[in-house]
C-alpha cells in the first residue's frame, strides 16, 4: 500500500489541484457490486463520464473541444466496522485539460457548490440505474424499481450478512451484530456535512483538496484510500475469545467497539475479499494507460512542465537512447523508512556523518549470532497464547 500511494504521487497525479470524490450506494447496490464487479465496472464508466462532464461545464468548455480529466479510482469494499461497503474514493484534478500545439492546458475550476453536487447526483443516479436496466440487473417495477439478483453461493450469504451488519454463522446467525456504546458519545446533531448531498441511499463528498504545493498532503490522501481494511493496533481479543474491534471514531449512537465470535470474525474477513481477477484500482481519461494526454500530463513523461521534478542524473552519451516509459525501481527499505516514519538510517546518530547500507541479514538464526556476540540478547518470540494475554490485558473491555 505504501508503494501504491508513492507511485500516485510520484508517477501519476500531476502538480495540479485535485480533489477527493466518495461516492457511496445503497446496500443493496452494494451486495450487487460485491458479487458482481463487472456490474461495478460498467457503472462507473458512466460515473466517470458524469463527472467529467461537469468539469467541462465548469470550465465553459464542451466535448468538442476535446477537453478531458483524470480519474484515479479506488474501490474500497470496507466500512469502518468491518462491513461489506462498497464505494468509490476518486482521485480528480480540479479541472480538465485540452491539448493546444502539442501542449497540455490546464483549465482550473472552482469548488463545487451544494446546487451543482445535487444535480450532478441526480445525474449519476439516473446514468446508474439506466445502465443497470439495460444490463437486466434492474427491474422497473409498478411502485419502484427491485433488482433481479439471486444468491448464488455462500459468498453471496456472508456478504449480504456483512451489509446488513448481521452475524452470518453460528449460534447467534441473523442477530445484530453485539456493540459496545458509550452513553456520553451520543451525539443528537443531524447537521448536514459540508460539500456532501445525498439522496436514495447514494451519498457524494467532496470535502477533502489538494493545492500543487501541497503534495505531502496529497500522499497522505494516497495513503488513507489506499489502506487496509483492518487496523491490527484496535484489534484484540477478550477472555472469551471474543474478538473486539475498537472504532477510530464512535458511531453517533456511541458504539465505540464492535464484537464477533471467532467464526463470524472470520466471516466478516472473507466477505471483505474481492472476486478473484477484479482490480480494485482504475485509471480513466487522461491517466489511463492508452490516453493520448498520459505522456504529456503525468509526472516524469515528456511533459517540459515536469522536468522540473526529475532528480538530477549523469547526462547519457548521445548516442543512447533513453526510454521514457521503462519501469522505475521500487522504493529501498531505507527510502521507504525516510518516507513513511521520517527515520533516516544514512545519517550517523554519533557523528553526522553518511552511511550506506552495505548487506541486510534476514537468517533469524544469523541475527541471533550476532546479538550475542554484541552481548545484546534478543528477546523470546512470543507465542500466540503470550500474545493473545497482552491484548486482552491491554484492552479495557477484557473484563466484560
Not at 480533489?19 to 461495478?40: E, I, K, N
Not at 474514493?89 to 480538465?96: F, L, N, R, S, T
Not at 548516442?319 to 522505475?328: A, I, L
Amino acid at each position: 500500500m505504501i508503494e501504491t500511494s508513492a507511485n500516485l504521487v510520484d508517477h501519476v497525479i500531476p502538480d495540479v489541484p485535485v480533489r477527493q470524490w466518495v461516492l457511496s450506494f445503497p446496500w443493496p447496490l452494494r451486495l450487487l457490486f460485491a458479487s458482481r464487479p463487472d456490474a461495478l465496472s460498467r457503472c462507473l464508466a458512466v460515473i466517470t463520464r458524469a463527472i467529467e462532464t461537469g468539469l467541462i461545464q465548469q470550465a465553459g468548455l464542451t466535448r468538442a473541444s476535446r477537453a478531458r480529466t483524470g480519474v484515479v479510482t479506488l474501490i474500497q469494499r470496507f466500512g469502518s466496522a468491518l462491513n461489506l461497503n462498497v464505494h468509490l474514493h476518486m482521485i480528480i484534478p480540479d479541472g480538465v485539460y485540452t491539448m493546444e500545439r502539442n501542449q497540455p492546458r490546464f483549465h482550473r475550476v472552482n469548488a463545487p457548490d451544494r446546487q451543482h453536487l445535487e444535480k450532478l447526483l441526480n445525474r449519476i443516479i439516473a446514468r446508474v440505474m439506466r445502465r443497470l436496466v439495460k444490463d437486466g440487473l434492474l427491474i422497473q417495477g409498478q411502485e419502484q424499481p427491485w433488482l433481479d439478483f439471486q444468491k448464488t453461493d455462500t459468498l453471496d450469504t456472508l456478504n449480504a450478512a456483512s451489509t446488513r451488519y448481521r452475524v452470518a454463522i453460528g449460534p447467534g446467525a441473523g442477530g445484530r451484530t453485539l456493540t459496545l456504546k458509550n452513553p456520553g458519545l451520543v451525539r443528537s446533531n443531524t447537521q448536514p456535512k459540508p460539500f456532501t448531498v445525498d439522496r436514495d441511499g447514494f451519498s457524494l463528498n467532496v470535502a477533502v483538496a489538494c493545492q500543487p504545493h501541497q503534495r505531502q498532503r496529497l500522499e497522505r490522501l494516497c495513503r488513507y484510500v489506499t489502506r487496509p481494511a483492518i487496523c491490527l493496533e484496535r484489534l484484540s481479543t477478550d477472555a472469551d475469545g471474543k474478538v473486539i474491534y475498537e472504532l477510530k471514531h464512535p458511531f453517533r449512537d456511541g458504539t465505540t467497539h464492535i464484537l464477533f465470535t471467532a467464526e463470524d470474525f472470520l466471516a466478516r474477513l472473507a466477505a471483505l475479499v474481492p472476486r478473484p481477477r477484479a482490480n480494485l484500482t482504475r485509471y480513466h481519461g487522461v491517466f489511463a494507460p492508452n490516453s493520448p494526454f498520459r505522456r504529456a500530463v503525468v509526472p516524469g513523461s515528456a511533459n517540459p512542465a515536469h522536468k522540473k521534478r526529475k532528480k538530477p542524473t549523469t547526462p547519457a552519451p548521445a548516442e543512447e537512447s533513453v526510454d521514457r516509459d521503462s519501469p522505475t525501481a521500487p522504493l529501498t527499505w531505507a527510502e521507504r523508512l525516510k518516507r513513511v516514519f521520517d527515520i533516516d538510517i544514512s545519517v550517523c546518530p554519533l557523528c553526522g556523518g553518511t552511511l550506506r547500507v552495505i548487506a541486510d541479514v534476514t537468517d533469524p538464526d544469523v541475527i541471533q549470532r550476532i546479538l550475542v556476540h554484541l552481548k545484546q540478547r534478543a528477546p523470546p518470540a512470543a507465542t500466540p497464547r503470550q500474545t493473545q494475554l497482552q491484548a486482552v490485558q491491554s484492552d479495557p473491555f477484557a473484563a466484560t
